[in-house]
């Protein structure tokens, strides 16, 4: 058994994640694009900001609740959406629903997840949002939404920064593909893999294999296999969005929008004029193109673009609560992070996703304190270091 509460931080947890999981999971999650170096960026850009002290300030213990849509969440970030996070630890999303709930923050359900919407939104119905893979099919996307809606949730996430699919070197190099699919030539290095991860193997056949993605399975024809349905997926996906069809989305969606996945203030200042409520800052953890800056280096210029009262997400290469610190600093209102839960519920399930929660919340209140910072208002842009150069 892996013994999550030993783990101090989120490399801890990453370490352990990468003892259960297969590499060809694994070095999925890990790599992105081509040789990973987006997602190297977006975690060691961080490096360059560092904050400074205020002394002799009554901020013990700070407050770390940040107010987002109207709704009151007991900490300035959230769970981002991790496609086919099921895969990895099965239950990952019903885990990670109930943590969020527990500990009032968002999650954010991916559009390719493997529990249904109506499953998750039935266990933390106060703190799931809903990410949307847009159709190439126009009727269909607006069934999803109207879904969503039906669901109870609130809060609509359209990613936007896939026009075409994702390009990882990682399943031609292992044989197995996100999927599910086998190239039977690497069959043997495939076994060795299994062998050597005997107990995500274990779990991946006690909960009966490849799972269904019941965020589209209701599409596929009947009868479809979990295959069947990533397959019929794969047909409607991606679409080449523009921005008509972000504002054809704002006109049948009630809710709050959110457009993930810009990265040039140009286009966030756009995403406000065409009727989102907030944008969410992302490069997909680095995943889409490993030529792409830091979301962190990007933010200051992205905060300009903002209007005022319009609100701001970051996500990309947050493994501690101090780097949430530094975005918010930077302008971010609030950050979601994807590996640093994966991490937590691919080793531990559901005590793992809660011991990435109770790290992250740990640091973030220490790190308020030791800057002498009560509330997470206070964490301004004149807290960051600046040499004078
Ligand atoms: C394995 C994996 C799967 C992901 N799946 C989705 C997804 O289904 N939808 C989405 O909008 N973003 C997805 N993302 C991106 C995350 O939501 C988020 O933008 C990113 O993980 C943030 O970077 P971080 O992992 O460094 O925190 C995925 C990221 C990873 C690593």
Redesign the pocket.
Known sequence: MTNVSQALNIEDLRKMAGRRLPSFLFD??EY?HADGAG?AR??SAFDKYQMVSRALVKCVPPETGRTIFGKRYAMPFGV??????GVFRPGAERFLAEVARDFNIPF?L???SVESIETVARIAPDNVWF?L?ASRDVALTERIIRRAGDAGVDVL?V?V?YPIQNQSEVPPRSGVTPVGGINWQKLPAIFSDLATHPRWFADFLMSGGMPKMQSWSPYAPPGSSAKDVAKFYASVWPPNLVWNDIERIRSVWPGKLVI??LMDPADVAKAYDVGADAV?L?N????KLNIMPATIDCLQAARHAVPEGGTLFL?????RGSDIMKALALGADFC?????F?YGVSAGGRNGAERAMEILSNELSYTMAMLGCPEVDDVTPDRLFSSGA
């Open positions: 999925y999650a992105g997602v977006n975690v981002s959406a991790v496609g086919g996070i954010m991916s559009g390719v990410q893979y996430v990613s920064d993930k996945g969410s992302s997909h953890g680095g995943n996500d990309g290469g947050i493994r979601f992070l994807g590996r640093a994966l």
